[in-house]
């Protein structure tokens, strides 16, 4: 049964930072990977889909990697802003086409 | 223009009631998806649509059915609400079944007293 965790659970960093959110799987038999965030009244917002045959995908200051094998992906933040202040979500497509969701990890960023 | 939109935004309501909340995305998808935010922040499926056909159907009560009567609309309806039914709950589309990209509405936060 797949299992998605992610850590930490909460982040706090200073404006500017970089900072690297992690993300493990327990089944490496997935067919993509999502990183998502959640603001408060605002829903889930998709920010990177990463297909199991590809290592990793950027978008503006967001890069998001993924090792099938090792069952781990990280989303890496550059020069975060204040802005980038939510709960950041992973999730898994597994064999039978449904998302697995870690947790999240709660980030915010200090002015 | 809201690409998945869901409503109520807010819902409470009295234990023993039935209530719906409803769904309907403009994106054309072909897939649409019913999850529910536990206290834990979890998310877990509850159900999914293609082209209006239930597809996932995970081991919820059957006091939730979810309906769809077109591809652009998946309603969520209750009958006779539990206290443990309060939750967050989201709608979500994606272009086909391999989740090739999601699309979350708002969520319904329900509160079941």
């Known amino acids: 049964k797949q299992e998605v965790t992610q850590i930490p659970a909460a982040l706090s960093v200073p404006e500017g930072e970089n900072l690297v959110l992690n993300c493990s799987f327990t089944d490496s038999a997935i067919y993509n990977l999502q990183w998502f965030r959640q603001d408060p009244g605002k829903g889930l917002t998709s920010l990177l889909l990463i297909q199991s045959s590809q290592r990793e995908q950027t978008s503006g200051r967001l890069n998001a990697s993924l090792d099938k094998s090792s069952g781990r992906s990280t989303l890496y933040i550059a020069a975060s802003q204040p802005g980038d202040s939510a709960t950041y979500l992973c999730?898994?497509?597994?064999?039978?086409?449904?998302?697995?969701w870690g947790a999240g990890t709660k980030l915010i960023i200090k002015p | 223009d809201t690409a998945v939109s869901q409503t109520p935004k807010y819902l409470v309501t009295q234990m023993g009631n039935d209530k719906s909340i409803k769904c309907e995305q403009n994106l054309g998808h072909d897939t649409m998806y019913w999850y529910k935010q536990d206290s834990k922040k979890f998310l877990k499926i509850m159900f999914s649509?293609?082209?209006?056909?239930?597809?996932i159907n995970e081991t919820v009560p059957n006091r939730f059915s979810p309906k769809s009567p077109d591809k652009a609309h998946l309603n969520l309806h209750i009958n006779s609400l539990e206290l443990g039914d309060s939750a967050v709950y989201f709608c979500?589309?994606?272009?086909?079944?391999?989740?090739?990209?999601?699309?979350f509405g708002q969520g319904t936060r329900l509160t079941v007293v």
């Open positions: 649509y293609n082209n209006k056909e239930l597809i």
């Open positions: 999730a898994v497509a597994d064999s039978n086409y449904q998302l697995i």
């Open positions: 979500a589309s994606s272009q086909d079944i391999l989740n090739t990209e999601a699309f």
